[in-house]
């Protein structure tokens, strides 16, 4: 059973930059991403990376672009969304989700982690 932990959220003021690390078990993956909502939004995505048999390409929504680096071991097993100059339209619930060899599609996601920024 694939299980998702996302852990890094927290307050930061605008400007200032966080690192969200998602570990992931019981499963072999092909990509990982981040996704993230905020309050009256629906979910958008933010960032992927593919695995090594997909040459482990990255990914970005333009607002992530230039601010947000993700990246993960060889084994997609952790990742990482280090987020910089952050602004208060960045605050949402961040989720890591994984697409498994077997999926075509994002199939397993964590529970969130708040991320506030506050002007």
């Known amino acids: 059973q694939v299980q998702l932990v996302e852990s890094g959220g927290g307050l930061v003021q605008a400007g200032g930059s966080l690192r969200l690390s998602c570990t992931a078990s019981?499963?072999?993956?092909?990509?990982m991403g981040w996704f993230r909502q905020a309050p009256g939004k629906e979910r958008e995505f933010v960032a992927a990376i593919s695995g090594r048999w997909s040459g482990r390409m990255t990914n970005y929504a333009n607002s992530a672009k230039g601010r947000f680096t993700i990246s993960g071991d060889n084994t997609l097993n952790t990742v990482y969304l280090q987020m910089t100059s952050l602004n208060v339209e960045d605050t949402a619930i961040y989720y890591c989700?994984?697409?498994?060899?077997?999926?075509?599609?994002?199939?397993?996601w964590g529970q969130g982690t708040q991320v506030t920024v506050s002007s």
């Open positions: 989700a994984a697409r498994e060899l077997t999926s075509r599609a994002y199939n397993c």
């Open positions: 019981g499963g072999t993956f092909g990509a």
